[in-house]
């Protein structure tokens, strides 16, 4: 068995900060789902989030671990849209 055989990896994502507060909850019902999924009681999610702010400017917001601490991204993710 792959050491990672339970990483739910999203690769990185660009997002436009104007679908962001949408984008945050797609992407939440999405891990949700895919953890439904796993056999495993501990999956880990691995996602890079990069929001563009439509002024040059960009931020970048990378995750890995356990997807019970994944809502705190999504506050921070939401923080930055406002």
Request: aromatic share 0%; charged share 35%.
């Given at each position: 068995m792959a050491l990672h055989?339970?990483?739910i990896?999203?690769?990185i994502i660009l997002v436009s900060q104007v679908i962001t507060p949408t984008f945050v909850n797609v992407l939440s019902e999405y891990i949700n789902s895919k953890i439904a999924l796993?056999?495993?009681n501990n999956p880990a999610v691995k996602v890079e989030?990069?929001?563009d702010n439509n002024n040059g400017k960009s931020t970048q917001i990378s995750y890995e671990d356990e997807p019970e601490y994944f809502?705190?991204?999504i506050?921070?993710?939401k923080?930055?849209?406002s």
């Open positions: 055989s339970d990483l990896n999203l690769g796993k056999t495993s989030i990069i929001i809502s705190k991204v506050d921070e993710v923080r930055l849209e």
